[in-house]
């Protein structure tokens, strides 16, 4: 029974690429949110899916930054044209749709903009 | 005012202390708490919910006092193992079924020495 699955784990880009982020919610689990940590700090909700819906992206930055999560396959966090202050652990998590147990957090990509 | 607020620490304490985290929360329509784990560089764990009645797991105790709107986490007989930081999680949503509206607070940092 796979958990919440992140990849890459570890990501390089330099300023001016674009960064793909991925995230296999756990089985059963049809709502991911992404959340963002920049060192020292804690987490900051970015955005919340359910299959082929954005639900609540109040957390996300205006510009740069999208997130999408289609009827087959993972979600994805895009970030375009990445600059030094995007580097952060990006975590993904997962519910069910009407549990009230809290979330199950994949390991994190840890992106870093050279 | 921000909506959920922990003492960051660090609590240093000495192994088989007993140590306590409080953590008060502002929306009194909040429905349900959790408390999560998180060690250094790794994603959040579900340490345990929190129950009105107040429940307890092992060595770790969880209160809940809505009318002060503030929850607690007790660990008895601290292993170096407990080393992390803590986090207080709200949902605030009406619904208590929506996860989406799970607030972090920013983590108590714990040191368990030998």
């Known amino acids: 029974n796979a958990g919440v699955m992140q990849n890459p784990r570890h990501l390089v880009r330099r300023r001016g690429q674009e960064a793909r982020l991925r995230c296999s919610p756990m089985k059963g689990h049809s709502h991911v949110y992404w959340y963002r940590q920049l060192p020292e700090e804690g987490l900051k909700f970015m955005v919340y899916?359910?299959?082929?819906?954005?639900?609540?992206e109040s957390g996300m930055p205006k510009e740069r930054f999208s997130a999408e999560f289609p009827k087959e396959g993972p979600s994805i966090l895009r970030i375009q044209q990445v600059v030094r202050g995007d580097s952060a652990a990006y975590f993904c998590?997962?519910?069910?749709?009407?549990?009230?147990?809290?979330?199950?957090f994949g390991s994190g990509t840890r992106l870093t903009v050279v | 005012r921000k909506e959920v607020e922990q003492d960051p620490g660090p609590f240093n304490v000495p192994e088989g202390a007993t140590v306590a985290f409080n953590c008060t929360y502002s929306?009194?329509?909040?429905?349900?708490f959790f408390w999560y784990r998180q060690d250094c560089r790794k994603e959040p764990k579900l340490l345990m919910s929190?129950?009105?009645?107040?429940n307890e797991d092992g060595r770790f105790t969880a209160q809940l006092n809505r009318a002060s709107q503030y929850i607690s986490l007790l660990i008895r007989d601290s292993k170096l193992s407990d080393s992390a930081t803590y986090l207080c999680v709200v949902n605030i949503s009406p619904n208590a079924g929506n996860n989406r509206k799970l607030i972090w607070g920013l983590g108590t940092s714990l040191a368990v020495n030998p």
């Open positions: 899916l359910q299959k082929e819906n954005i639900i609540d």
């Open positions: 929190v129950y009105s009645s107040g």
């Open positions: 929306n009194s329509a909040s429905q349900s």
């Open positions: 998590a997962s519910s069910p749709p009407t549990a009230n147990y809290g979330y199950t």
